[in-house]
């Protein structure tokens, strides 16, 4: 499947499907949780939190890929990511764009 962030496929023809999204909400285990908390004294990236991110990122595209299929799509077009705090130290990743069909299969 195709993802891209811009409203079109150069040189393709697309017919629009419809919506389609994928969303998780994630968060750390208690012990990885204390340790970022004592990181946050001496400053630095907080690894665990930018893994635990990019897991979600990788589980909203998934999901949002899968409904895209179910439409039968051959790509989506207009990909989005958004973040948000559900509750401490919980995120919700959505991945959202619009499920479309290539007519002229050559521009792919």
Do not use: H, W
């Not at 998934?62 to 989005?80: F, K, L, P, S, T």
């Amino acid at each position: 499947m195709l993802l891209v962030t811009t409203e079109f496929i150069p040189g393709a023809e697309i017919e629009v499907v419809g919506l389609v999204k994928g969303s998780t909400i994630q968060t750390v285990n208690f012990v990885r949780d204390f340790g970022a908390s004592l990181k946050t004294l001496v400053g630095g990236e907080l690894k665990n939190y930018t893994e635990m991110m990019d897991n979600a990122r990788a589980i909203a595209t998934d999901r949002m890929v899968q409904e895209a299929g179910r439409y039968g799509a051959d790509a989506i077009v207009g990909v989005r990511y958004a973040t948000s705090a559900v509750m401490q130290n919980a995120a919700e990743v959505m991945a959202y764009g619009t499920a479309v069909k290539i007519r002229n299969k050559q521009a792919r």
